[in-house]
C-alpha cells in the first residue's frame, strides 16, 4: 500500500507543471492581437499595391489577405500543439 502511495507521489512530481489560467490567457491573447496586426498590415499593403499597379480589381488585397490568413493558422497550430512549458 505505502509502494502505490509513493509511485504516485514520484509520478506526480515528475510531471512538468502547467501553465496558469493567466498565463494561458496572456498567451491567447497575444496571439489575437498577432492575428489582427497581420491581417490589417496584408490589408494595408495589399491596398497601397493595388493603389500602385492601377488595377480595378482589388487582387493583391485578396492574395495578400489569404496569404495572411494561411500564414497565420499555421502559426495558431504550431502553437496551440505544443506542450505546455514554464517559462
Do not use: C
Amino acid at each position: 500500500m505505502e509502494e502505490r502511495k509513493e509511485s504516485k507521489h514520484k509520478k506526480n512530481s515528475q510531471q512538468k507543471p502547467s501553465l496558469s489560467n493567466k498565463q494561458l490567457l496572456l498567451k491567447y491573447s497575444g496571439l489575437a492581437f498577432q492575428m489582427l496586426v497581420a491581417i490589417g498590415m496584408a490589408l494595408f499593403l495589399g491596398y497601397k499595391v493595388d493603389q500602385w499597379v492601377g488595377l480595378g480589381f482589388p487582387l493583391f488585397i485578396i492574395i495578400f489577405s489569404l496569404l495572411a490568413l494561411a500564414l497565420l493558422l499555421w502559426q495558431i497550430i504550431k502553437d496551440t500543439n505544443k506542450p505546455n512549458e514554464e517559462n
